[in-house]
Structure formats: C-alpha cells, structure tokens
C-alpha cells in the first residue's frame, strides 16, 4: 500500500510565483492553462503538476499549441492552509477585478494572489489565437468519486465528456465569484476537476492523468505521442462507476458562526433521502431537501459550503438541450410575456413568477440560462455569451 501523501508545509514555491512550467509549440495552436492548489490545502493538484511539468520538456517539438502549468494560492500552499484571509475561488468578482477593486480584498493575502493569477492568465489569453482550455484541479475533505464539474456550455460539456469521467453540471449556479466562472464568461472552455481526497496519492495520479487527457482532449497533442495514455484513461473511466451526468440542485451554504457539523460517514455520491439528517448547526439537525445523491460534505473547519445534492440527467436531455440551443430556440424566451431584458446585461432575463411557473428552472437550464436569484418577486436568469463559439479562434 502507498504511504499517505503529507500535506505538511515543505513546499518551496515563492510566494507570488505561480508559473511552474510552460511549453510554446505551434503558437497558431491551442492553449492549455492548468491551475493547482487554489485552495492551498490540496496539494495534489501542484504536486502533479509538477510531475507533468519535468515530463513534458521532451515533448517541446510535438507540442501544436501551448501549455501553461500554474500554482493557485502560493502563501496558502505554503502554509496548507485552504486560505489565509478568505476563498481565493470565491474572489473572482467584476467588483474585486476592476481597477479600483474592493478595498477588503485588496489588503488581504487572497488580494494578492487574485491580482498576480489574473495578471498572468491575462497575459496568456491576449496573445491566444486559437482556443482556450482552462483546467482547475481541486481535492475533497471527504472521500469517494472524482469527478469534473461544469458551467454548461455547449463548448464545456463537450470537452468534459471526453474525459470519461462524471460531470456536475450547475455547480457554478450556487456559487459566486469562481476562476472558472470568470474565464468562462471571457470565452474559456473551462473544467474543474476534484481528483479525490486532500492526502491521498491517488488524487495526484488522478490529476496527472486528467492533465495528460487534457493535453489530446485540446489537440496539442495525439493519444499515440503520450505515454501510458491508455492507461490514464482507463484510470478516468473507472472513476465513473456509470455516472456520466449529474446536475447540482441544492447548496447548504454556512457560516463559521453556524458552527456547522457535518454528520460522519458520507462520501461523494452517497445516496440520500429526502428529511434524512446530514449535518447539525447551533440551530440544530440539517435535513435533505429532497431525495439524491450528496456531493462535497465538508470534514474541514474551513469553507463556506456544506454539502451540496445533486441528481442524475438523462441522456435525453443532454441532447435535447444542444438541439434547442443550436436551432437558437432559446432567443424566443425575451419575446415572451413577463419577461424583462436587463438593463445592464443583454444576456440575463427577469421572468415574473407567473411565467416561471409555466417555464420552470429546469426548462430554463435546457436553453442555457442559469438562476441568479429571486429578486422582487421575478426569477433571474443568465445566458453565457460563449455557448456555441469562442472569440480566440482564428486570431492573426
């Protein structure tokens, strides 16, 4: 059996200098971006990137296109500490991003962090000319099933499906402020990846091979040029256990003074049922929703997400879902009555609550539109501008 990876605090990276590696091929190529660890009390993520970094240097003349391998949160990694001041994959608001910034966040160690990532992701996407693949690698507090999670695009959701693994779709809908989510709406294929648990060795073995995948599923390099290539996607395919598709339907956000508990015992994918008690807080037990499968309970003390409940979708829907978006029936919902274009934002929609009840969520998720919230009685939702294409390909 494998030691037990230690999280402990030898990492030598400097702090501020994320770029562990990257690899210019054919310029006119694709990019692939890979980030590690950032939360930094996942050290699989670097720790693989790392292993990928000393092999491709002999691949440099195979390489059709280009390779970035980036550490996350570099003060965090170094402590192991999943964040010093707040979640860097919670700060990657338009707010924290503008030039002025948000004045919190620009005096904490995240600010920092949030500002070097994104002047180095930046400078990589300007001088992209074809398109873009972002890679996010994560580990759990709890056990069980690695998977992929999503925003559902058209471009994601294809790209995802080549890897094999299970694929959360909507996770992004409960959660503000994530890298992906902002690369996304720049026009990135973007996936995030939890390869397991925080100190397993498998997880590291499970981001290399994602890494690997990553690097054919992009086209810069073919599965013939890669080493062990069958074997890191026969290693992906097991992880699914013939879940391809979940969509996230419940988030049980917390707060440090909830003092929040979760109930022992759960891991990844577990069933549930609906009124079954999952976790406590000083108002007292935390009940399921609704009947599903649990995702992400949380056995550290810090976070701000408890768990999260997910449910399968069937094929079907999935390719309901591209037909409708491909035939643009979706442009037909801001003719409708009842449903206001944002002022702000051509691309988000308030649906009265009288139409929502004839156009519910789930037929809303088929189009491409995720919620943003309730607000005064209207249901909000959003629409990325990349669905179907991107705005890097073809660049002279």
Not at 14 to 32: C, W, Y
Not at 71 to 81: D, E, H, K
Not at 282 to 305: C, F, H, N, T, W
Not at 353 to 361: C, E, K, V, Y
Request: proline share 4%.
């Amino acid at each position: 059996m494998k030691p037990a990876l230690k999280t402990n605090r030898a990492f030598d990276i400097d702090e501020g200098q994320h770029l562990i590696g990257s690899f210019n091929g054919d310029p006119a190529g694709p990019t692939l971006i890979v980030v590690g660890s950032i939360h930094g009390n996942e050290p699989a993520g670097v720790l693989a990137l790392r292993s990928v970094n000393e092999a491709l240097a002999g691949f440099v003349g195979e390489l059709r296109g280009r390779v970035y391998l980036i550490a996350g949160n570099t003060r965090a990694i170094n402590r192991g500490l999943r964040f010093i001041d707040h979640d860097l994959n919670r700060a990657w608001t338009r707010r924290n991003l503008s030039p002025r910034g948000s004045e919190h966040v620009e005096s904490t160690s995240e600010g920092h962090e949030l500002r070097e990532l994104d002047s180095l992701i930046d400078s990589i996407l300007v001088t992209a000319k074809n398109e873009v693949y972002i890679l996010d690698l994560h580990s759990t507090s709890a056990t069980g099933l690695p998977f992929a999670t999503v925003g559902d695009t058209l471009r994601n959701r294809n790209f995802a499906m080549r890897f094999g693994v299970t694929i959360l779709l909507g996770i992004e809908e409960q959660l503000e402020g994530t890298m992906l989510e902002h690369f996304n709406n720049l026009g990135a294929v973007t996936l995030g990846f939890e390869g397991g648990s925080h100190d397993s060795p498998e997880t590291i073995e499970n981001h290399r091979a994602l890494v690997w995948l990553g690097l054919v599923n992009a086209g810069i390099l073919s599965a013939d040029e890669v080493p062990d290539f069958e074997q890191f996607a026969a290693r992906l395919a097991a992880t699914s256990k013939g879940m391809r598709i979940v969509e996230v339907r419940h988030r049980e956000a917390i707060r440090p003074e909830d003092d929040f508990e979760m109930n022992p015992g759960f891991n990844n994918f577990d069933r549930i049922t609906e009124g079954q008690t999952l976790a406590r807080n000083r108002a007292g037990e935390i009940r399921a929703v609704e009947s599903g499968m649990i995702l992400m309970p949380l056995y550290q003390k810090l976070g701000e997400d408890g768990f999260f409940i997910g449910r399968s979708v069937a094929p079907f829907w999935l390719w309901l879902s591209a037909v409708m978006r491909k035939l643009r029936i979706q442009n037909i919902l801001r003719y409708l009555p009842g449903v206001k274009i944002d002022p702000d934002d051509s691309e988000t929609l308030h649906l009265n609550t009288g139409l929502a009840r004839f156009f519910p969520l789930q037929v809303s998720h088929l189009l491409g539109f995720r919620k943003r919230r309730f607000q005064d009685r209207e249901l909000v939702v959003s629409r990325r501008r990349f669905d179907l294409s991107g705005p890097f390909t073809n660049r002279s």
